[in-house]
């Protein structure tokens, strides 16, 4: 391992910066790694430390890089990819290992210290100045975060080779409800059983808008690919299934592709032609796209293009976090990686209209993320196992931490009928504003957890941002401690949905609470991340579960119990006028599917972006409208029972006596 070179992040008058490797000339040593960091940091009372999981599959960490609450850095695992510090003199500090064009970094614990590395992989000598890591240093968590990306990016060795989450096009399919053929049929799938699902899914009555026919297709020789076209299990290629397209209906497909041609890599005896000039043998055995840039292109242009051209509508493109360890070893390999990483993007950009990254959990992934807007941000979901469920909930929140800046964060398909948690499931997956695509059998999906998702027209209620851990969260195992793990998400209208969760393993009995300090962080991963105004009547607390409402008032706050593995959806509504507007009622986020037009003392106006059950609070009197009939319900709220599905209703409500 190379010398460790100093380097201080202990200056409180510094608030942010790059650490820079300048004129490096030389040759990397055995393990890849060019230059080599001893970091002091500043006395910190708690750190969250994001590495594998799974420490011998580096760098391949998949969708497996987890947080780690790090009292110290005794035990802690190699090749962090985050870390996140509360200071023991107030303020957070954000240290994010950084990619460039040819090198890559990561955090390792040594001894009693934490390290940085920057390396190649490789074995090829390098000249030049290289960009090793960025930090930030503030008051508020996620700000430090936003702040530390923003400083890469905007650093000249880096070049914006990604961009910020809102800075790019979220896809219009994924607006919409999905399906994926995974985790009901595994890799059996065949042309039969995709025929027979699409056409039990028009027939379920759930606007499902589009299906992902994932791993079980491709034409491979002992998991090496062959050719882009679909195995033999599906006789007529993809026309019979791209034919079931309707407008009304299912009308998007995509295809899981392998970012390595599939798992191990792509056959040297294969049917690409004249594409094999673009190829090169790995240490492996296995080829992989030559080091320049244009093979890259070439391999992908042709991959993502032939999906097109057989009809599909978006990608989604997995395994891409293993691609590094194909090249380890060879001359360039943080090069090889990141021209095929662009050229991925590229090549989804020009023939897509959508790109879920998956096993995307490295450096090069994020850093290279110039187009794409969506990643998954957690281990797999898996059917009926609450112990796989509890650290996938909680990894798929606390990945915003360090990924939600350039990201939405997908949290993987679901089983609506899952026994054990397919409610919880559901509620999560609308919090995360990204996809949402169910894996039941279609003759199988629970029709009270997917309602609830969506409008009638299949489009989603999504928040503003992603939902992300209150920052107390972000620093405990809450599988391991007896405390509830605690998430927020804006919604319109200055509105919040917070949701408390009981992950203890074993389960055990928990106590939380939610307050006006709460609601005060929901924009907290918002960009520019933002403090809200809490206002000055308060806000309302609506349970969504039980209809029930509270008036939670500045210094007070709601406190409830969670027993065994559980959530608790709260809406926070802000109180304006003696009213409050909880929304759709049969929606998790109801106050997502309206806007206030206006709100005075004694009338409130509001457009609902589609009709249905409207709840709205009111301090005094009785409600009254010309097209709609309110009845009360207790405790100041009323709700409308409004017929279903007209688009672009606007109800002017008094209130009287």
């Known amino acids: 391992m190379s010398d460790e070179r100093s380097i201080s992040l202990t200056n409180a008058g510094e608030r942010h910066g790059v650490i820079v490797e300048q004129a490096f000339d030389g040759a990397p040593d055995a393990e890849g790694v060019l230059v080599s960091f001893r970091l002091e940091l500043p006395q910190f009372k708690k750190a969250v430390y994001f590495a594998p999981e799974i420490e011998k599959s580096w760098p391949n960490a998949a969708n497996r890089v987890v947080p780690y609450p790090a009292p110290d850095w005794q035990g802690a695992p190699k090749y962090g990819l985050f870390l996140l510090l509360e200071l023991a003199d107030g303020g957070y500090l954000a240290l994010l290992p950084a990619a460039s064009a040819r090198t890559v970094s990561w955090l ?55 961009k910020l989450r809102e800075q790019k096009a979220y896809p219009d399919i994924f607006r919409y409800l999905g399906w994926c053929s995974w985790e009901e049929y595994k890799g059996r799938i065949d042309e039969a059983i995709l025929l027979d699902a699409v056409a039990q899914i028009e027939a379920s009555g759930l606007p499902i808008r589009y299906c992902l026919i ?89 991959m993502i293009g032939e999906a097109r051209r057989a009809g599909f509508d978006f990608v989604k493109v997995d395994n891409q976090a293993a691609n590094l360890g194909w090249y380890r070893g060879m001359p360039a390999a943080a090069e090889c990686a990141a021209n095929n990483q662009k050229a991925l993007e590229k090549s989804c950009a020009f023939h897509m209209d959508g790109l879920i990254n998956c096993m995307a959990h490295g450096t090069i992934c994020l850093f290279n993320a110039r187009l794409s807007a969506v990643s998954r941000c957690s281990r797999d979901y898996k059917l009926g196992d609450p112990e796989v469920a509890k650290r996938h909930i909680e990894q798929s929140y606390a990945s915003m931490a360090w990924m939600g800046p350039v990201f939405w964060g997908d949290h993987d398909m679901f089983h609506s009928n899952d026994p054990c948690c397919g409610a919880l499931m559901a509620r999560s997956k609308a919090l995360s504003g990204a996809p949402v695509y169910l894996s039941d059998a279609p003759d199988r999906f629970d029709y009270e957890h997917v309602r609830p998702l969506c409008y009638a027209n299949g489009e989603l209620l999504r928040p503003l941002a992603p939902a992300s851990p209150l920052p107390e969260s972000l620093f405990f195992d809450p599988c391991a401690e007896g405390r509830a793990y605690r998430v927020i998400a804006p919604l319109a209208s200055a509105s919040a949905a917070f949701c408390a969760y009981n992950l203890t393993e074993p389960n055990q009995m928990v106590k939380a609470s939610v307050s006006i300090r709460d609601y005060e962080r929901a924009g907290q991963l918002m960009q520019p991340s933002r403090r809200w105004e809490p206002p000055a009547e308060g806000l309302l607390v609506y349970d969504w579960a039980s209809a029930e409402a509270h008036v939670l008032e500045k ?15 709260l809406l926070l ?56 009939d309110f009845a009360g319900a207790g405790a100041g709220l009323w709700t409308a029972r409004m017929k279903v599905g007209e688009r672009g209703t606007t109800l002017r409500v008094r209130r009287k006596g």
């Not at 960025?134 to 070049?159: K, Q, S």
């Not at 309206?594 to 409207?614: F, H, K, T, Y």
Request: overall charge negative; aromatic content about 10%.
């Open 573 to 628: 509504c802000p109180i304006r006028n003696g009213w409050a507007v909880v929304g759709r009622s049969d929606k998790y986020l109801s106050p997502a599917a309206v806007e206030i037009l206006d709100c005075a003392e004694d009338e409130l106006i509001v457009r609902m972006e589609e009709s249905g059950p409207l709840t709205l609070w009111s301090e005094s009197g009785f409600l009254c409208c010309e097209t709609a």
């Open 108 to 162: 390792e614990p040594a001894g009693d210290h934490l390290a940085l590395r920057l390396g190649s992989l490789g074995t090829g000598p390098l000249q030049g100045d290289f960009a090793a890591a960025a930090w930030a240093r503030g008051a508020d968590p996620y700000a430090v975060c936003l702040e530390a990306w923003n400083a890469a990016l905007n650093h000249p060795l880096i070049a914006h080779s990604a």
């Open 214 to 302: 994932d791993d079980g297709h491709l034409d491979h020789s002992e998991r090496q690919l062959r050719s882009f076209r679909p195995n033999t299990k599906f006789p007529q290629g993809w026309s019979a299934l791209l034919d079931r397209r309707k407008d009304d209906r299912v009308r998007w497909f995509g295809l899981w592709l392998n970012f390595n041609g599939y798992w191990q890599g792509i056959a040297p005896q294969n049917e690409l032609g004249e594409l094999n000039a673009h190829l090169e043998p790995t240490l492996a055995g296995p080829l992989q796209p030559r080091r320049d840039p244009l093979s890259s292109i070439a391999f992908y242009d042709a």
């Open 555 to 569: 210094n007070a706050e709601y406190g409830f119990s969670l027993e065994g593995f559980s959530d608790r959806l």
